[in-house]
């Protein structure tokens, strides 16, 4: 199988080793296993010292699956699998439903999977792009227009990497509608639900509210346990059993150690959230002030998860520009071409903060020298 190279993968593999100031990274800073061991003090672990590093339960533990079950309004242990990551979900799920020759929409900028994969296999994928001047939420009227009676599947993210938009409950409605005229599936990749700004952290599912809705979500962003590769699908009998049927050729299980300490962080899930929403806000508001300070760039303030896509007003390619910009200065940024869409760059704002003063501030000398 050939497959499309992953942009935003191999601009890590490129620039990270080197980064002075990483400004490209997505996660809420990482907590090690002591700091997580802290944050759920009141759990007594010493029982997984003991137990026998065996494949474990296959499809997930019982335990972790409850845990999972209860992020949703309405989904219950049958309908979760586990995975590797949620990269490890969203490939199960686009595996299992797209064949060659299907159609597929996609609403972009995403993670590459959303249209890489499909393409990989053989389906007619269509763009549908996120534009600036919507706020990046979704031109329903383009969606509809790209969405045909024989649509299988409608892949998106929400709230989305790389712009941070969140799509409000009733434009979620419609785009089900949209779905329904062609009976399509939508996967939405909601890893990032659980870290929108303000108000309840976590948006609507698409599992919770469309019968052929398929959420994939990880530990790796709202839990800053991207170390774990924890992951899982939430979606109606049928579809899990596809994907559990596909799971058998690459997964297994997932690591007993894993599930193990993502059961922890999502029983706790309260407290590491409180924990990543407080250093969400206290990035953007750095982001926001050196917006405000600096005339060459301009951004939709994100409303949820760890990134914003700042567009700028330079004559350079985006790409041209990030490699410049570290090689002179040692700041790390992905560039919107990484992303489809020239003339953006995403700022990650969930780190190291005295470093993201410091690494924007420096970006601002570079920009106006
Ligand atoms: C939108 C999106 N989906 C999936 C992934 C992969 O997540 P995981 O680390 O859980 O495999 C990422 C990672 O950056 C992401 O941004």
Known sequence: MKIDEFKVEEWFNKYEKWAKYDLADTCVESLSINELLNITANNDVSEIFTRKLNYGDIHGSTRLKIAISELYENQSIDNITITHGAIGANQLVIHSIVDLGDKVVSIIPTYQQHYSIPKSVGADVKLCFLKEANNWLPDLEELESLVGTDTKLICMNNPNNPTGSVIPDDMMERIVEIAQKSDAYILCDEVYRGLKHDGSPFTKSIADIYDKGIS??????????????????????????????????????????????????????????????????????????????????????????????????????????CDKLQNETGVMILPGEAMELDGYLRIGYGNNFEQLKTALDIFSDWLNK
């Open 216 to 321: 994939t979500g990880s530990v790796s962003k709202v839990f800053s346990l991207a170390g774990l590769r924890l992951g899982w699908i939430a979606a109606n009998n049928k579809v899990i059993k596809e994907v559990n049927h596909q799971r058998e050729y690459n997964t297994i299980s997932v690591g007993m150690l894993d599930d193990y300490f993502a059961s922890l962080a999502i029983e706790n899930k309260e407290a590491i959230i409180k924990r990543n929403i407080d250093k969400v806000r206290k990035g953007k508001k750095i982001l926001i002030d050196w917006l405000n300070r600096e005339n060459k760039v301009r951004c939709v303030i994100p409303q949820a998860g760890t990134t914003a896509f700042v567009g700028y007003n330079l004559p350079l390619n985006s790409a041209i520009l």
